[in-house]
């Protein structure tokens, strides 16, 4: 089958997650309440669960893509906004912004906090790597030490933990059409924007004397991506929370259904985290867990096959 062809798969799959994710919860009410005589059902439907369905579509694609952009401008299958400090530092930003500014109920600045910490994070593990290039055991060091520091402040603010807890689980509960409003506009230009660097990521994930020899300024043209990672990740954390591993898992699928041409991976990763999303959250709402620890532990498995296959481990 044609690479256009699964695209258009994945996409069928991303809309029967979210009719799935729509159909599931406490009050009984169905996509099909949008055409019934229920007004009640139709509000549940409208008010709650669509855009709560939105969100977690529009986070996923954001975390699909900056794993496809981590792992091209890294070079390194492993690496994830989760192991690469840009997620953990999204959460401390997110968390701090919630213990200094008081700002956990508005969507706008937690976001703008989530962005800087994001940056801050690949930042640090940037420097730190720049020199070995080892960029997986330095991730997981610089990601233990930023969660550390989340978990100090809210040790210092107890009161805290109950509003900020979403943000180190990962969770849709309670996300509202203020919640999209800042976040589709994220994730829209980083899937339209990583796409038109289909190119330039080809050329980045080969190596960088390959890069040279086509005429790339590599050091500007990587910077430019790892920050529209940060963009795009601190986005979904800001609005859902470090939803964890989506950001290995979706790469990776995507590139065995649709090749390693990132002008189809991309996208192809944006269809699969969304689709890894609503998946996780439909499951998590029958079994009454967060969205996040369904994926922790898909994404784990993950990471251990693709750890064994790449020599990471073992």
Not at 127 to 148: E, F, K, N, P, Q
Not at 302 to 309: G, K, S
């Amino acid at each position: 089958m044609r690479a256009g062809w699964r695209l258009c798969a994945l996409a069928l799959l991303v809309l029967l997650c979210a009719a799935a994710q729509v159909s599931v919860g406490s009050t009984g009410a169905t996509l099909g309440a949008l055409f019934g005589d229920d007004a009640h059902a139709r509000t549940v439907v409208l008010e709650l669960r669509a855009p709560r369905v939105l969100v977690g579509l529009c986070a996923g694609a954001c975390l699909g893509v900056a794993g496809a952009l981590l792992q091209s401008a890294i070079r390194n299958q492993l690496a994830s906004p989760e192991i690469t400090g840009v997620g953990s530092g999204a959460v401390l930003g997110a968390v701090v912004a919630s213990v200094v500014g008081g700002v956990a109920a508005q969507p706008l600045p937690m976001a703008g906090a989530a962005l800087v910490g994001g940056v801050l994070g690949g930042g640090v593990l940037w420097l730190l790597a720049g020199v070995s290039g080892d960029v997986a055991v330095r991730g997981v060091v610089v990601s233990a030490v930023l969660v550390g520091t989340t978990l100090v402040l809210l040790t210092a603010r107890p009161q805290l933990a109950g509003a900020v807890s979403r943000w180190l689980l990962g969770s849709l509960v309670g996300r509202t059409w203020e919640h999209l409003a800042p976040l589709w506009p994220v994730a829209l230009l980083a899937v339209v924007a990583a796409t038109l660097l289909g190119g330039v990521l080809d050329v980045l994930a080969v190596d960088d004397d390959h890069a040279h020899a086509v005429g790339l300024a590599v050091v500007p043209w990587r910077s430019a991506v790892l920050l529209l990672a940060a963009l795009a990740t601190s986005g979904a954390v800001a609005a859902v929370g470090a939803t964890a591993f989506v950001g290995l898992l979706a790469p990776h699928l995507a590139r065995r259904l649709v090749g390693v041409a990132h002008r189809h991976a991309v996208p192809a990763a944006a269809l699969t985290g969304a689709a890894a999303v609503a998946a996780a959250d439909a499951v998590g709402q029958l079994v009454h867990v967060p969205a996040g620890a369904i994926t922790a532990l898909l994404g784990a498995g993950v990471l251990v096959l693709v750890a064994r296959r790449t020599g990471g481990m073992g």
